[in-house]
């Protein structure tokens, strides 16, 4: 793999029939493979939008846009776009097509074309790697909201895209499944899955390796996370949580060392308690 | 004047093989004005528990009282009783099929045969307890924003002028900000004497709102207290499913550690004991 961005979107605008005024005003984002990029911004900043850009489901009215260096104009990349740039949503009902777990996970690769034997292997994976291989049998309706996501995100993976785009795909998991789901996607992660997050879980952004924040249509900041922890996050009007509070108290008074995460446990472990 | 659940029981596909029990005795109470969270893991039982205190499920055993009176499943009287308790259910705007959230709000009075204005004074108050701007009435409700969203749930709900409110999860999917102004818009309805029964995973709301607390597992009553008490329980019982708030697990982690401080304590509280080094040896 080289050093091309995996995406790559320049001066995107886009407005929705109707709205007042743009979704995206000249958004500008460039990620290299195997980065994990958490996408903050407060409701309608457009970070929904962007993700549908990147994923070619919606064509930028101005701007460029590449996503694994195909031209999401070009309606031959589009399917190969969506495919290996996927997409997974905050509402999972949007996405579950089939009524037993096991054959909506096997409808995007049915889709592909590929051999019963290579389906069934994603499908395993896919299960097995998003906790769900117990469920496999089971109604897709009779999931929780939470096994829901899981299994949104299990359709996406069954597709080995190289991109995973979760837009507030993890708002539904309860803690517990949070941190399960963090897990995995550290694994795929490690093995040089890139990941596009949008989220506005402290816990999520503290797990990824670059920061980029939303501001009416724009990538208005886009760095390292510890330069946002020192006072970034505040200047963009985000709801100071507590444990940053903390962090930031006990950075200033060098009571913990710089490279600590504002994760609860972390602090703790560097206080030796 | 009360809203209460007493030892209530009840499995789905009762009497099949399927058969699978959802609640094993579980009691509940609040008050007018009061606010009680149940919390629990994916499972719990706490979703069925909301279904029961708005008498949409008829419990196997136990008994619902509101204001006094026992809900008697099917009867006249239940259907009365029924409409002082509102159910916001989990993702409530999913539901949404009007096009404008004047209509939405509307849809339930609009059943009750009022006069157009008395309708139209229904919707703007609801709204208005919703903490929704007469403007928003125009929208389209498909196109708000998420915490907008749900503030038209709740007022289509509110509109049924109910005593007590059920809400089913009602942060999720929300940002801080939007959290923080929905709880800030609880207040304000409870401040005008409508309870407030939470159903939720979200600890960190539960622990800052409530008057009491209900931890389920597995469809038992595992614990019943204050915020405090409960979050001091979870901190050293901890349940599948919960996690406290990130600052009262570091205070957790602290009192483990010796120190002596309250489980929801302030930073600078926490700073001072760290610094000072207050550890109990």
Redesign the interface.
Known sequence: MGKDPIISIRGAVYSYKGAPSPALCGADLEVLPGEWVALLGANGSGKSTLAKICNALLEPTQGDCFSLSMDCRDPACVPLIRQGAALVFQNPDDQIVASIVEEDVAFGPENLGLTSGEIRRRVDRALELTGLSEHRRRGSHSLSGGQKQRLALAGALALEPKVLILDEATSMLDPEGRAALLECLRELNASGMTLIQITHIMEDIARAGRIAVMQSGRIVWDGLPADFWRGEYLRFGFDEPGELALYRELISRKMIPEGTRPIAEDMAEALCL | MSLTAEKITYSYNEGTAAERPALRGVSVFVGRGGWVSVVG???SGKSTLAQHLNLLLTPKSGKIEIDGKTAVPGSSGARELRRKVGLVF??PE?QFFAETVREEIGFAPSNWGLKKDELEDCVRAAAAAAGLTPEVLESNPFRL???QRRRVAIASVIAMKPDYLVLD?PT??L????V?DLTRMLNEIRAGGLAVVQVT?DLKSALEHSDMMLVLEKGREIYAGTPEETASYLAEHPV????L???V??AG??R??GFDIPIISG?PA??GA??EGARRI
């Open positions: 893991h994916t499972g989990q993702y999913t924003s998420g915490g999860e999720a999917g940002d801080a900000a939007g923080r995973h599948k499913g919960l996690v708030p990130p600052l697990r570091f982690r602290m483990q550690s930073i926490m700073l760290l610094s």
